[in-house]
């Protein structure tokens, strides 16, 4: 019996929060719904299915983070854009002066492209082919 209704947040650590506050925020639009006195950021991706907002959470990185080895970060994470904005946020990266990857999703006929945020957490961004 399934009683899980969606992802209410993914957390990413970040060495310097105000860059990935410019990705998330400025360049993506996503809605910062924490206070400004708050260590971390918690910014609004989509209204969630349960009454809990699906977040994207920065959490600047602590001397300790800092010194550990490369490598702990997650594969990547993926958007949904709508099919007719695909176009439109691919063109927002290459002003902002980011170089999206185009890929192949291994299961689904969509257009994905890549590209990887200012702390190198993979962003995927599909939508249904055209």
Known sequence: MKHIAGIAEIVLWTADKEKALTFYRDLLGLEVISPPTLRNAFLKVGEG????PQMIVLVPKSEEIKALPSGYQLNHIAFELPTDLFNTQHELFVVAGYKPRDGKHPILDSRTM?????????VEFICQAP
Do not use: Q, R, V
Request: hydrophobic share 25%.
């Open 49 to 52: 299915k349960a009454g809990i």
């Open 114 to 122: 890549y590209i990887d945020d200012p702390d190198g957490n993979e």
